[in-house]
């Protein structure tokens, strides 16, 4: 017999199968780099969506205070005097923003102002294991509503 006939044989089925290892390998690859970049279209449709949906709530507010043509708030802004951690700040300015939301719409002649300051003045605000007392410095009722606070963390 020919040996090179018989080494022929075995190569063929080594060939086919590394030519099939290599396309489920391609197609592994393919799927996980697709999978990802899904991840990250669902995450970013969701952010969109929140943010939409904040936005559609001060327009809805605004809608129904449109006919009264006076001044209206249509933003809040808090001015922090903090010296601590960033990720604190934004979670502090958060919940300030969020206490003040129901202010969004109305009209500045029928706000009362001491009622605003006591929303938060000397309030103590946790996160996690951290306390923090804030004290109301300074207000301004205009169209946005701009209120200065500073915190000081407990000990």
């Known amino acids: 017999m020919n040996p090179l006939k018989t080494q022929g044989l075995k190569g063929k089925p080594c060939f086919v199968g590394g030519i099939l290892i290599g396309i ?12 990802y ?24 507010k605004f809608e129904k205070s449109i006919n009264t ?35 969004l719409g109305k009209q500045i002649k ?5 009622l605003i300051v006591e929303v938060v003045d000397k309030r103590i605000f946790k996160i996690e294991d951290k306390e923090y007392k804030l004290k109301v410095n300074r207000l301004v009722i205009t169209e946005i509503l701009k209120i200065w606070i500073s915190v000081e963390q407990v000990a």
């Open 24 to 35: 489920l390998i391609g197609i592994a690859a393919f799927n996980i780099l697709v999978s």
């Open 110 to 114: 029928n706000i009362d102002p001491d």
């Open 37 to 60: 970049r899904m991840d990250q279209f669902y995450n970013r449709i969701a952010f969109l969506e929140q943010t939409v949906q904040d936005k559609n709530a001060v327009l809805e």
């Open 69 to 103: 043509r006076s001044l209206i708030i249509k933003g809040i802004e808090v001015v922090l005097d903090f010296s601590g951690d960033e990720i604190d700040r934004l979670l502090i300015e958060k919940n300030i923003k969020d206490k003040y939301s129901t202010l």
